[in-house]
């Protein structure tokens, strides 16, 4: 696999983005990249931007994280048990007005 792009640098913004030529990617390399960037639902361009800027140490921190412990219990309740949680947390959306003064 190679890599090519005959385009000078495109300016976006006040910042100029370069082009870059990479030759001589091995299929395992390919394939990795390929599926990290289907796994993460990006391109194959971000994908690669994103990995050489996190091994340059210049990706910008993410403060939010997807999480997805609980999917197996999604749609699991029954309708009694979803009403019979619904009033055990009926009391969380009483404002006391007397805190409040």
Do not use: H, V
Not at 46 to 75: H, M, N, P, R
């Amino acid at each position: 696999m190679s890599i090519n792009a005959t385009n000078g640098p495109q300016i976006t913004g006040e910042s100029i983005m370069r082009t870059l030529t990479i030759r001589n990617i091995d299929d395992d390399l390919s394939k990795f990249l390929k599926k990290k960037a289907s796994d993460s639902g990006t391109s194959l361009n971000s994908c690669i931007i994103d990995t050489l800027k996190q091994e340059a140490g210049l990706l910008k921190k993410q403060f939010s994280k997807k999480y997805d412990d609980l999917d197996d219990l999604a749609g699991t309740w029954s309708k009694s048990e979803y009403n019979k949680f619904n009033k055990n947390i009926a009391s969380f959306d009483l404002i006391d007005k007397e805190m409040w003064k």
